[in-house]
């Protein structure tokens, strides 16, 4: 595996740090700037919606840029305003400054997945690209946990100085260990690159991408009050809890990336047969502590190992227009990372209790199953019926 992959996987990790770390920050942001906790809130949800438009918007306005400089570029608009906003007494410019680093986020995810998959051979497409994701699982279990420490000692100003200090050593790798490739859409417009979504196949897996996602962090988003209000597990033990997710997580990845190159039908239709399956076991036995902790790290695998496999089938179905794919990935990776929570919110408020958002983890994958579930089946009956057409021997 190339260096230069890694290294994307480091700047990741300090991104995905950045887009995290503030459900830890808020009070302490809302107390200095004079603000109320919704407002800060908002500052969450500024960096999901740039997120959720800026991937496919980055990904068209940067495809015919050399991959290296679109890289650095990005990372430096992220650095800059992460100085900003820990330097700014003013909420409006802090908001901008979340608005702006998830567009730059947002264009590096796409060009960084891109640069990933053509660094390697064919067979080690997923592998890269879990190199990459797994930068966002180090930050759910290092850079959160940390970004909140700093806060809760230094002031959450310290947060957003770490981000930019990490930060520096993957942008000067980026400058020496990337080259400078020309990108792979050239020679047509933008509405030409666009065709690719006509491919039913990817909308359909960008659509199950998106219900995956939604599914994982429906369910983690109200991680804690299940672990304590229904595994009767101690406040104090939460944070444990939220970093076995998150080695769950870094796990899945790791191994996901290493089986989805190999048997990438296979690997994706059991995974999600497993993941399915896991959350409908976890809603059952969340009352049970020793389950419930099992299941929280079995879970956090299968949901990320699968998104490794998903992404990677967007990249390979896209493959004309590498960027807007890895844009199209990032945007539905960050619907459902919008729409999951939302949907575990409604189910907390219409009273169903505190297991309720597993559950509509568990009816999001039952939904998404099909689309891979039929086609794999397909697949599979006409090999088989090719094999016996091969040993029919003619009658003459």
């Given at each position: ?5 890694y ?14 770390m ?8 809302a ?24 991937a ?48 730059a ?66 942008l000067a ?17 933008a ?6 979504l ?94 419930a902790?099992v299941f ?7 949901a990320?190992g ?22 199209f ?33 568990a ?25 016996r ?8």
């Amino acid at each position: 595996m190339p260096f230069a992959v890694y290294v994307l996987g480091l700047a990741v990790f300090a991104q995905g740090t950045s887009e995290f770390m503030l459900s830890g920050l808020v009070t302490g942001i809302a107390d200095d700037l004079h603000v109320s906790l919704s407002a800060a809130g908002l500052l969450t949800s500024a960096f999901a919606v740039g997120m959720v438009v800026g991937a496919p918007l980055m990904s068209l306005l940067c495809r015919r840029w050399p991959r290296r400089r679109a890289l650095v570029g990005f990372l430096t608009v992220f650095v800059a305003v992460h100085v900003v906003g820990a330097l700014t007494t003013h909420y409006p410019v802090l908001l901008a400054t979340r608005v702006v680093g998830a567009l730059a986020n947002a264009g590096f995810w796409a060009v960084a997945l891109a640069t990933a998959v053509s660094m390697v051979e064919p067979g080690l497409r997923a592998r890269a690209t879990s190199v990459v994701v797994g930068g966002v699982t180090l930050a759910c279990i290092v850079g959160v946990p940390g970004g909140a420490l700093l806060g809760e000692r230094w002031g959450w100003r310290a947060a957003f100085w770490a981000v930019a200090v990490v930060s520096l050593p993957a942008l000067a790798a980026l400058v020496r260990m990337v080259p400078e490739q020309a990108p792979v859409e050239r020679g047509t417009g933008a509405l030409g690159e666009l065709r690719v979504l006509r491919d039913g196949r990817l909308r359909m897996t960008l659509l199950v991408c998106a219900l995956v996602q939604g599914a994982t962090f429906c369910t983690f988003t109200y991680l804690a009050p299940l672990a304590t209000e229904v595994g009767g597990i101690g406040e104090g033990w939460v944070p444990g809890v939220l970093a076995l997710f998150g080695v769950g997580s870094f796990v899945g990845v790791t191994v996901g990336g290493r089986y989805a190159d190999g048997h990438p039908t296979a690997y994706l239709t059991a995974a999600m047969l497993a993941l399915t399956t896991g959350w409908a076991v976890l809603a059952l036995t969340a009352g049970h502590p020793v389950a419930a902790l099992v299941f929280v790290f079995v879970q956090g695998a299968l949901a990320f190992g699968t998104g490794i496999a998903l992404i990677s089938r967007v990249m390979t179905r896209a493959a004309e227009a590498p960027t807007l794919a890895g844009g199209f990935a990032t945007a539905a990776f960050n619907v459902g990372a919008t729409v999951g929570p939302w949907a575990g919110g409604l189910a907390l408020s219409s009273g169903l209790g505190f297991r309720s958002p597993v559950w509509v983890s568990a009816l999001m994958m039952a939904v998404a199953l099909p689309a891979v579930l039929i086609p794999a089946v397909a697949a599979v009956t006409t090999a088989r019926r090719g094999d016996r057409d091969e040993g029919r021997v003619p009658t003459p």
